[in-house]
């Protein structure tokens, strides 16, 4: 099993910056992907961006694609989503995700752990 905790989220106005950090413990495979994923109210949970645990691989929604950027401390078993340029449209509850699977994974239905989820509020 993989525990997940995430962190980092809060209030911030339009243009600001946040970050937010994912912590893992349990049994995780070096190869497997970790991702963070987003669902604001009202919508379906969304795709945001995915790293390889080891290989260092990143993929990105077009939505963030320039503002946000997602890393790794495998020394840490830590996840990191840096949050640039925010917009009120970002709102939501973001989610960390982890895989069994290897790769760059992009749909929800690819990841076997989910995080607690932690509110991100951009306001205009």
């Known amino acids: 099993q993989v525990q997940l905790v995430e962190s980092g989220g809060g209030v911030v106005q339009a243009g600001g910056s946040l970050r937010l950090s994912c912590a893992a413990s349990?049994?995780?495979?070096?190869?497997?992907?970790i991702g963070w994923f987003r669902q604001a109210p009202g919508k379906e949970r969304e795709f945001v961006a995915t790293?390889?645990?080891?290989?260092?691989?990143?993929y990105y929604a077009d939505s963030v694609k320039g503002r946000f950027t997602i890393s790794r401390d495998n020394a840490k078993n830590a996840v990191y989503l840096q949050m640039n340029s925010l917009k009120p449209e970002d709102t939501a509850i973001y989610y960390c995700?982890?895989?069994?699977?290897?790769?760059?994974?992009?749909?929800?239905?690819?990841?076997?752990?989910w995080g607690q989820g932690t509110q991100v509020t951009v306001s205009s």
């Open positions: 995700a982890g895989s069994t699977l290897a790769g760059a994974l992009r749909s929800r239905t690819q990841y076997d752990y």
């Open positions: 790293i390889t645990w080891s290989g260092g691989s990143t």
């Open positions: 349990g049994r995780i495979f070096s190869s497997a992907g």
